[in-house]
């Protein structure tokens, strides 16, 4: 049973920052490609970034140079340090995870069946 659990979420003013983690159980964490993902309200949710399992990384244009995303295999654990916040970065945030060769990220993330955990909610004001 896959299980992610957010943390780190909370409400900044803009220019501030957060680390948002994420632990795993219930997975051969290096098999798996690991994301972020967030959904503000009244809009889809959107890739954020991903990390594969060899540290390779890809990113949503609207939060490059921003939000580096990485990850500690020996702990199961996933960051997203957020530098620079927007309050058009406010949204929910979801950790996801999602079985791959070799843990690796495909350019075709998006499209993959994610697992997902329940969120962590960041808030940014002006």
């Known amino acids: 049973q896959v299980h992610l659990v957010e943390s780190g979420g909370e409400s900044v003013q803009a220019g501030g920052s957060l680390r948002l983690s994420c632990t795993t159980s219930g997975v051969l964490y290096n098999n798996y490609c690991m994301g972020w993902f967030r959904q503000a309200p009244g809009k889809e949710r959107e890739g954020v970034a991903v990390?594969?399992?060899?540290?390779?990384?890809n990113y949503a244009d609207s939060v490059k140079g921003r939000f580096p995303i990485s990850r500690d295999n020996a702990k199961n654990t996933l960051y997203l340090e957020m530098n620079a916040l927007k309050p058009e970065d406010t949204a929910m945030y979801y950790c996801a995870a999602v079985p791959t060769y070799r843990g690796r990220c495909p350019s075709t993330w998006r499209s993959l069946s994610f697992y997902w955990g329940q969120g962590t909610q960041v808030t940014v004001s002006s």
């Open positions: 990390i594969g399992s060899d540290g390779t990384t």
